[in-house]
């Protein structure tokens, strides 16, 4: 039987929150130690810290809830098609990992019937958590001090409006110029931060994150936490973001700037 209740998204958040707990001693222990990186079919690195961060949560699962699914950045799937499944980045931003960055983060998301219900972004480096649930607040916590309400801002129109993005070479062909449009269009462009990118779209820091070709484990936790601090997280197309959409998001902490922004993007 499991440990956890799967119908209490409470006890669910505090397993993902104990996730998070395992993964971030051993992120931090090879943190600038440098490790050998690896590079993996589809060109991108991954080090024994994202390997073994994945193997701890992936251990607490198997015990806790066994009946779960697992969508993993580095071990793969299990049990897909089960009603719950977890989605897990174990460290998101790995090349900001291994030059030494600490903007690099844990994702952890819990998906049912494909739809994201539940996402934890934990920045172990910066000591720096977000947790959203479907229909509740996204909490923030800073190492040290009582969790609080993330919110994101007011931003009404592009010009006013700080855009983040991984990289500009994340987008190809018609994207790209759609991308560009966008860019020239706001107040100022942001290149690198990863994940850390969405945590300061939901404490109101940044106004939008556009992204292109990322997978589950990249954007399923940081759906409930952008929708939880007052936000929008959507395709490129206005869709809501499930484990099978396109890997093409938009995030903004204001509906006036998301649909400007996808206004803009589909140009």
């Known amino acids: 039987m499991p440990a956890v209740n799967d119908n209490d998204l409470d006890a669910l958040a505090a397993l993902a ?3 998070a707990d395992a993964a971030a001693p051993i992120a931090l222990r090879y943190f600038r130690q440098h490790v050998a990186v690896d590079v993996k079919s ?12 994945e193997a701890a949560m992936r251990a607490i699962l198997a015990r806790e809830v066994p009946a779960h ?28 990992f291994i030059t030494g960055r600490p903007l690099f983060g844990t994702l952890i998301a819990l ?3 494909g739809v994201p ?5 934990d920045c172990a480096a910066l000591g720096e958590r977000w947790i959203g ?19 994101t801002r007011p931003c009404a129109a592009l010009d006013q409006a700080l855009l983040g993005c991984c990289s500009p070479y994340m987008f190809h ?13 706001v107040r100022s462009p942001l290149f690198g931060g990863d994940c850390f990118n969405y945590g300061q779209v939901a404490s109101g820091y940044m106004d939008l994150v556009v992204e292109a070709s990322l997978k589950p484990f990249d954007f399923a936790a940081l759906v409930p936490i952008i929708a939880g601090a007052g936000g929008v997280c959507t395709d490129w197309q206005g869709g809501a973001l499930r484990l099978d959409s396109d890997g093409h998001v938009i995030a903004a902490g ?9 206004a803009m993007l589909a140009a």
């Open 111 to 113: 998906c049912r019937e």
């Open 254 to 262: 204001d509906a006036r700037v998301h649909e400007a922004a996808r």
């Open 173 to 185: 062909g018609p994207e790209r110029a759609a991308f560009e449009r966008l860019a020239g269009a």
């Open 69 to 96: 699914g697992i969508l993993g950045e580095e071990h793969g799937l299990e049990r897909i098609d089960a009603r719950d499944v977890w989605v897990l980045d174990p460290i998101d931003g790995t090349r900001a």
């Open 17 to 19: 929150q104990r996730l």
């Open 133 to 151: 649930v479907a229909g509740r607040p996204t909490l923030y916590h800073a190492r040290g001090a009582a969790p609080r309400p993330a919110r």
């Open 117 to 121: 219900v539940l996402g934890v972004c």
């Open 42 to 53: 589809d060109h991108s690195p991954v080090t024994v810290a994202d390997r073994e961060c």
